[in-house]
T-cell receptor, first 116, second 111 residues
Framework: GAVVSQHPSRVICKSGTSVKIECRSL??????MFWYRQFPKQSLMLMAT?????????EQGVEKDKFLINHASLTLSTLTVTSAHPEDSSFYIC????????????FGPGTRLLVL | DAKTTQPPSMDCAEGRAANLPCNHS???????VYWYRQIHSQGPQYIIH?????ETNEMASLIITEDRKSSTLILPHATLRDTAVYYC????????????WGLGTSLAVNP
């Protein structure tokens, strides 16, 4: 089946530092990857849509200069949280859609970020 | 995208069928019904999807009403590992689409 991995699974960092999260589709090529954020007891909130070889599309209220997204290949997208602050502490989840039209999204296991 | 309505929580006894309802009264003709679930502190897991016919796979069955305004996800023999939040989403099939997530139904499977 389609597998999406994320790395790291958990990260703790100091306020003001930057954190990079990788999302990989392991056994399929993904034209589009999505980045979500989920706060405790809340649903998933879409942050941005990442298309291979082009700039990401950010949802309203998401700062593109703070959450840098790079989709360099059909199997890898990265999210960098720049100058992280405690309020950025959250569960970050990526998903990927295969090249085949009509396929569903497949989700990564998530990355737990804690900013001290 | 059409909005969905789900009960916030449900309980089910282990070994019994879990029937999770979803209302999507404003669904349009080209929108599919998708079900995902999220076990605590994990990414969502795809379960099943359908357009208008009932669907079954190794995980669950999806029953869609004839008018497509509601659907039911059936876990035929619930286990403790099925305890999760279940999300019903309606969406156009295809790439480059944004899924709109509600709060889902928190299913507790009890021994």
């Amino acid at each position: 089946g389609a597998v999406v991995s994320q790395h790291p699974s958990r990260v703790i960092c100091k306020s003001g530092t930057s954190v990079k999260i990788e999302c990989r589709s392991l056994d399929f090529q993904a034209t589009t990857m999505f980045w979500y954020r989920q706060f405790p007891k809340q649903s998933l909130m879409l942050m941005a849509t990442s298309n291979e070889g082009s700039k990401a599309t950010y949802e309203q209220g998401v700062e593109k200069d703070k959450f840098l997204i790079n989709h360099a290949s059909l199997t890898l997208s990265t999210l960098t949280v720049t100058s992280a602050h405690p309020e950025d502490s959250s569960f970050y989840i990526c998903s990927a859609t295969p090249l085949v039209v009509g396929e569903t999204q497949y989700f990564g296991p998530g990355t737990r970020l804690l900013v001290l | 995208d059409a909005k969905t309505t789900q009960p916030p929580s449900m309980d089910c006894a282990e070994g019994r069928a879990a029937n999770l309802p979803c209302n999507h009264s404003t669904i349009s003709g080209n929108e599919y019904v998708y079900w995902y679930r999220q076990i605590h502190s994990q990414g969502p897991q795809y379960i099943i999807h359908g357009l208008k016919n009932n669907e079954t796979n190794e995980m669950a069955s999806l029953i869609i009403t004839e008018d497509r305004k509601s659907s039911t996800l059936i876990l035929p023999h619930a286990t403790l590992r099925d305890t999760a939040v279940y999300y019903c989403i309606v969406d156009n099939a295809g790439n480059n689409r944004k899924l709109i997530w509600g709060l889902g139904t928190s299913l507790a499977v009890n021994p």
